[in-house]
């Protein structure tokens, strides 16, 4: 069964610290993406990676650090630097930038405390 | 700048009655036209897409949009509501390979 998958779905961590969040797709997607989701905002770009071993910066990268070592995972490091972390994240994937129409995971629930 | 502008926060229908949701964006060119449906705590699925051609799209789940040049829109109709599908819509348009999403439509179904 294709799809993405993310985990974990809720994420609970202390001030001050790094925390990963990891996205799977086994879709033989090229593209892949991380979103932030807060209320009334929608959803706004961190990174995107077209290919392996390659990423770009979306429009809130500051405080985020991503790794693209293997097509199939692109996961997310949300550091100590970001400044309001708490919020939603959604990864997602596509065939290729553009487009290619983009398909979401479930999303994982970050709570810093 | 440009940017995609959902007017609607919120809606509130009677299960049974039509739907419209609104979408407009600014951009110069016609950019490709996306809606997304989003349940509490789950990612978001994709409802239609608009590359060219014919101007009504149909999709999943009984949702059409139809997308109007003339008024930089897209919005996303359904003619008889259930209520399963209460939940948020999402409005996204991809112009030139930065894809932007609007702030959402939350859609409550009265029974």
């Known amino acids: 069964d294709g799809g993405i998958t993310q985990s974990p779905k809720y994420l609970f961590r202390k001030e001050g610290q790094n925390v990963t969040l990891s996205c799977e797709q086994n879709?033989?997607?090229?593209?892949m993406y991380w979103y932030r989701q807060d209320p009334g905002q929608g959803l706004r770009l961190i990174y995107y990676?077209?290919?392996?071993?390659?990423?770009q910066k979306g429009d809130i990268a500051e405080g985020y650090s991503v790794s693209r070592e293997k097509k199939e995972s692109f996961p997310l490091t949300v550091t100590s630097a970001q400044k309001n972390p708490t919020a939603f994240y959604l990864c997602?994937?596509?065939?290729?930038?553009?487009?290619?129409?983009?398909?979401f995971g479930p999303g994982t629930r970050l709570t810093v405390l | 700048a440009q940017s995609v502008t959902q007017p609607d926060i919120h809606i509130t229908v009677s299960e049974g009655a039509s739907l419209e949701l609104r979408c407009n964006y600014s951009y110069g060119a016609t950019p490709y036209l996306f809606w997304y449906v989003q349940s509490p705590g789950q990612g978001l699925q994709l409802l239609l897409k608009y590359f060219s051609g014919d101007t009504l799209v149909q999709g999943i789940k009984g949702f059409e949009a139809e997308f109007k040049r003339s008024q930089s829109s897209f919005n996303l109709r359904k003619p008889s509501v259930h209520w399963s599908d209460a939940a948020e819509y999402f409005c996204?348009?991809?112009?030139?390979?930065?894809?932007?999403f609007g702030a959402g439509t939350r859609l409550t179904v009265k029974p």
């Open positions: 996204a348009v991809d112009n030139n390979n930065d894809m932007r």
């Open positions: 879709l033989n997607h090229d593209a």
């Open positions: 990676s077209q290919i392996v071993n390659d990423f």
């Open positions: 997602a994937s596509s065939t290729g930038v553009g487009t290619d129409t983009q398909y």
